[in-house]
């Protein structure tokens, strides 16, 4: 088909991302001046703990020195930051802001010799690490909801792996790919709409997108595919392999000779990385623990004065390798809880497919009022299992561990593959989905996160459960 009789697709006018960069950067550099800041206020606090003083000429240089992580965040591609999931954003902030704060550090040390206040320095790195992110997100937020972050994209390719990634990029605006267009060459396809998103044409069409699109996902196989890499022209192309069971975020292209191939890390079947897991439990569940102490002897109280019966519940689980963990929580249902559950259902019939699917109910006529809400809603009552944490039996984070009428409804590949990881306290359906994930929500989130653990990952879902439990989201 000639190039004049093809048809004008009309696409919507797009809101300018141009300043989302500049939104981005001005958000570390308020975020890291609070912090600097609040860290300024920590030293001035603990200054009777210090036998020398500091003056303006110390903390002002700290304040401006700071401004060296935005400069480096710049270099590795978080300004704006798309196409980049919130795991590896995080990523490469904390290993910028502990490059950036370590370099100032040995710089002061070996070079200036106290230029810097090097406490406001350290006070100020424990408040970078944290409040530049919370902003990033807050403003990228913003941006999403006035339609000023992403770039445009037109997928060929409309089959199921075209349909699938449109599906996730408009559901996860935040990796900043908005889909514009499909091509493909199925002539029925023509003038439809998939997930939205019109099917322009056929493929030869890609060149009239690449002043009116900065990327091309291509979701097509065999020579198609040859010949549209050869021919596109896009800032950006990426490519659909035909590798999704592999669902991994750790993969590693390697050049086997002139070979393409793809390496995959096992991470937790790697002893360095069980170690650090392990010593990254212990120095957060520690403090944890005795911090929760007021928290579990007031819940404690609260409970005997609203029901009779113990104080905590006990439940035998399957844990790592199978062996049985006990799982303890406050107690937040009425101790005939099974019998209550058995009347309701049995005269609640609609409520009991919901039970069969999530396991849960929204109304649930075991849970004792008030404290058993609001330690449910809050997820307070996993609280005792920090000590099963500090004892080595379970994780922070990994999957939950289920009671056996939960575990039935699994595959037997899937119990297995759970049973070769520490059962966690929390885990990525928890902070993805809570009680509205099913089944086969939970399957697919506890396998991707068995098979992609990293720190960061880990560092990311207890950030989100902290998000979830303030806003209580999701949970009853």
């Avoid at 885990?427 to 506890?446: F, H, K, M, P």
């Amino acid at each position: 088909m000639s190039t004049a009789a093809r048809p004008a697709l009309a696409l919507a006018p797009a809101h300018s991302t141009d300043w989302a960069p500049w939104a981005i950067l001005a958000s570390d550099v308020a975020a890291l001046e609070l912090a600097f800041v609040l860290g300024l206020a920590v030293r001035r606090i603990l200054a009777p703990l210090f036998t020398y003083g500091i003056g303006p000429q110390q903390y002002t240089a700290v304040a401006i020195a700071i401004l060296i992580v935005p400069f480096v965040q710049y270099q590795i591609g978080l300004y704006p930051g798309y196409l980049l999931g919130p795991v590896e954003r995080l990523r490469r902030r904390i290993l910028a802001t502990v490059a950036v704060f370590g370099g100032l550090v040995a710089w002061d040390n070996l070079v200036a010799r106290g230029v810097l206040s090097r406490g406001v320095l350290l006070a100020t790195f424990a408040f970078a690490l944290v409040l530049p992110s919370l902003a990033e997100t807050l403003t990228r937020s913003l941006l999403i909801a006035r339609g000023h972050w992403g770039i445009r994209a037109v997928v060929l390719g409309a089959g199921a792996a075209g349909e699938s990634i449109a599906r996730t990029l408009l559901r996860d605006p935040h990796l900043g790919l908005k889909p514009v267009a499909f091509l493909d060459d199925r002539p029925e396809l023509w003038h439809n709409k998939i997930e939205g998103v019109p099917v322009a044409g056929p493929l030869s069409y890609a060149r009239d997108f690449e002043d009116r699109a900065e990327c091309a996902i291509v979701a097509i196989k065999g020579k198609k595919l040859e010949a549209s890499l050869r021919d596109l022209n896009f800032p950006r192309v990426i490519v659909l392999p035909d590798l999704e069971a592999l669902s991994n975020l750790w993969l590693t292209a390697r050049d086997l000779n002139g070979s393409l191939g793809l390496e995959i890390k096992k991470n937790l079947l790697i002893r360095r990385n069980i170690v650090l897991k392990r010593l990254m439990d212990q120095a957060i569940s520690l403090p944890l623990f005795l911090l929760s102490i007021p928290i579990l002897a007031l819940a404690g109280l609260w409970i005997r004065l609203s029901s009779p019966g113990p104080v905590f519940y006990r439940q035998d689980r399957e844990g790592f390798d199978g062996r049985r963990l006990a799982v303890w929580k406050l107690r937040t249902m009425y101790v005939e809880a099974d019998q209550l559950l058995a009347d309701w259902l049995a005269s609640h019939p609609d409520d009991q497919a919901i039970w069969k699917k999530f396991f849960k109910l929204p109304h649930d006529p075991r849970i004792l009022p008030v404290i058993g809400k609001l330690l449910r809603r809050t997820s307070l009552d996993e609280l005792p299992q920090l000590w099963a944490i500090l004892k080595g039996e379970m994780s922070l984070v990994g999957p939950r561990p289920f009671p056996d009428y939960h575990l039935e409804h699994f595959s037997p590949d899937f119990r297995s593959l759970r049973t070769r990881v520490l059962p966690g306290l929390t885990g990525l359906w928890q902070v993805s989905a809570r009680s509205d994930g099913d089944v086969e929500v939970q399957q697919t989130l506890d396998t991707y996160y068995i098979r992609n653990w990293s720190p960061w990952l880990d560092l990311y879902i207890l950030a989100r459960t902290v998000a979830a439990v303030l806003l209580a989201r999701g949970a009853y």
